[in-house]
């Protein structure tokens, strides 16, 4: 089982860029496909982005592609998430998942992951 930890997440105003980061540790963290998700109160937990094992290939969702940028040390055991020119609507807790056997193109489902973060909200201020 990989363990998560997520950090960075904060309050900025729109436009702003924040960047958080998702240190793993157990098991073989560079073997598997990680994820980002974000969830609002009384909503789904949406996709954000995937990145593969050896972060050469990503996969954002239509709401993020251009503004986000998910990327991955290996020697770090750390994801991250890049986040530029913030909406509004990009306001949410935000999850590291991770120890996924799906390629990063199809793991896009909560239930895809088996180890999840313990979320960090992201508030974007108009």
């Known amino acids: 089982q990989v363990q998560l930890v997520e950090s960075g997440g904060g309050l900025v105003q729109a436009g702003g860029s924040l960047r958080l980061s998702c240190a793993a540790s157990?098991?073989?963290?560079?073997?598997?496909?990680m994820g980002w998700f974000r969830q609002i109160p009384g909503k789904e937990r949406e996709f954000v982005g995937s990145?593969?094992?050896?972060?050469?290939?990503?996969l954002y969702a239509d709401s993020v592609k251009g503004r986000f940028t998910i990327s991955r040390d290996s020697a770090k055991n750390t994801v991250y998430l890049q986040m530029n020119s913030l909406k509004p609507e990009d306001t949410a807790v935000y999850y590291c998942?991770?120890?996924?056997?799906?390629?990063?193109?199809?793991?896009?489902?909560?239930?895809?992951?088996?180890?999840w973060g313990q979320g960090t909200q992201v508030t974007v201020s108009s």
């Open positions: 998942a991770g120890g996924s056997r799906r390629s990063y193109e199809s793991a896009r489902q909560p239930d895809d992951f088996a180890s």
């Open positions: 157990g098991r073989t963290f560079g073997s598997y496909t």
């Open positions: 990145i593969n094992w050896s972060g050469a290939r990503t």
